[in-house]
């Protein structure tokens, strides 16, 4: 059984994992760790859990921790990074759901999150965890950076058209849309019922943290930087990502459906619908799938493409699961096959 700790269990992206962790037949949940909340059992701040998850939350000891295989960070951001350089050292893998360890350039990181790495040694070591991209140095790695939820949807989307050098890398145009808990669970007016309900509006126009994460990532794939304009938006949804992307083909007579089928034949996690498909967020939610569909308007040379996910699931707490079966040599999707939730 693989021993695991979870830092930070009381967020949306928290209790996903624990959800998903409590049905992993490899796993032992060890810690849930909690300052607020310590003492408390689990199950009676989240009932879902109740007969799943029958410990209670615990202040993040480090004698807890280092006493498991792999812990998982689900905190805000700046927090992992002042302990995983001792729970390495005791020998235990860290998966950061944070933004961490994801960007690699640390004064670009600094820029972007507004306060200083505490130990920008680790930025190269750590691994970018998008399996279907970085599967094999994933198996090898003791520090995965999870990727973010918009970077996931936009950078699976795109990834077909950048590797294989037919979009025009300099004019890539990113319109995604997200529900209400992606911004976490935390008191906001911004985001309570009445402020988000039949409405919708675009935010961090000027700048989003997830921009140069997806730029490092599709430049990574093509080998220079590219241009890309990335706008979110909020949705008055709970869960779910709708991105809408588009780029310029230098091929008009590439066959992108099979493009893109063959890209992903062999990925479990990524369904490419058939070709005039129009993917929804409900089609994902609760699953760890990325639903995508290509499209050619007019047949000119813009490619639509459209891509799904759940934001905590594929886009968080899924994939942090897929990557800690890919380190431990479990099935791929060990604890995370579940079908979607209908209606």
Request: aromatic residues 6%.
């Amino acid at each position: 059984m693989i021993k695991v700790g979870v830092v930070g269990g009381t967020g949306y992206t928290g209790v996903e994992l624990l959800r998903l962790l409590a049905q992993h037949p490899e796993v032992e949940l060890v810690a849930v760790t909690s300052r607020s909340e310590s003492g408390l059992p689990v199950s009676e701040m989240f009932p879902n859990l109740r007969g799943y998850v029958d410990i209670p939350f615990s202040d993040p000891q480090p004698e807890i921790l280092t006493s498991c295989d792999v812990v998982f960070f689900a905190t805000p951001n700046g927090v992992a990074m002042s302990m995983t350089a001792a729970l390495l050292e005791a020998g235990v893998k860290v998966i950061d759901l944070a933004a961490d360890f994801r960007i690699k350039d640390v004064s670009l990181w600094e820029e972007w999150y507004g306060m200083r790495h505490a130990c920008p040694d680790l930025l190269a070591e750590a691994v970018y965890g998008m399996p279907e991209i970085s599967r094999e140095d994933i198996r090898k790695s003791r520090l995965i950076a999870n990727p973010g939820c918009y970077p996931t949807a936009t950078t699976l989307g795109f990834l077909p058209l950048i590797e294989s050098g037919l979009a025009d890398s300099q004019q890539l145009i990113a319109d995604v849309k997200s529900g209400v808990s992606g911004a976490g669970r935390k008191a906001s007016v911004a985001h309570l019922l009445c402020e988000t309900s039949e409405s919708l509006k675009a935010y961090g126009v000027s700048g989003h943290r997830h921009l140069p994460e997806i730029r490092q990532t599709l430049g990574g794939r093509l080998g220079s930087s590219v241009g890309l304009t990335f706008v979110p938006h909020l949705t008055p949804m709970m869960r779910g990502i709708h991105a809408t992307l588009y780029a310029t083909v230098v091929d008009r007579d590439i066959d992108l459906q099979s493009l893109y089928e063959t890209r992903y034949k062999d990925e479990r996690f990524v369904d490419v619908l058939p070709a005039g498909a129009h993917p929804e967020t409900r089609s994902v939610r609760g699953s760890n799938i990325c639903r995508i569909a290509v499209h050619r308007p007019q047949n000119s040379n813009v490619v639509v493409v459209l891509s799904v996910i759940d934001n905590l699931v594929k886009g968080a707490a899924g994939q942090a699961i897929h990557n800690m079966n890919i380190m431990f040599d479990c099935d791929e999707a060990c604890g995370i096959n579940n079908v979607a939730l209908l209606p």
